[in-house]
């Protein structure tokens, strides 16, 4: 069964670094796109930052200067490292794979800013 997990979420206070990480049990990890997205209370899921087969990447501009996605294709992996953290940052982060029709999430991991 094809799987995203991410981990890596938790509390931590503004200012503050994590790293989320997120492990694709799929043949040929590395066609795929592969992209964090978030979700707050009361909001809609947000794309924060994308990261193509090549390893071309973009970001929101909520993110851009802060966030960096990376892949490890040796290992299925896609992170997502976070500096500079804000309250606002807080949210329900989801991490999404694509090739073609294919269109795979994970389950989320919560990240919470606060002091």
């Known amino acids: 069964q094809v799987q995203l997990v991410e981990s890596g979420g938790g509390l931590v206070q503004p200012g503050g670094s994590l790293r989320l990480s997120c492990a694709a049990s799929v043949s040929i990890f590395s066609i795929y796109a592969l992209n964090w997205y978030r979700q707050a209370p009361g909001k809609q899921r947000e794309l924060l930052a994308a990261?193509?087969?090549?390893?071309?990447?973009n970001y929101a501009d909520s993110v851009k200067g802060r966030f960096t996605i990376s892949r490890d294709n040796s290992k299925n992996t896609v992170y997502l490292q976070m500096n500079s953290l804000k309250p606002e940052d807080t949210a329900v982060y989801y991490c999404?794979?694509?090739?073609?029709?294919?269109?795979?999430w994970g389950q989320g991991t919560q990240v919470t800013v606060s002091s």
């Open positions: 990261i193509t087969s090549g390893g071309s990447t």
């Open positions: 999404n794979a694509r090739y073609g029709v294919v269109d795979l």
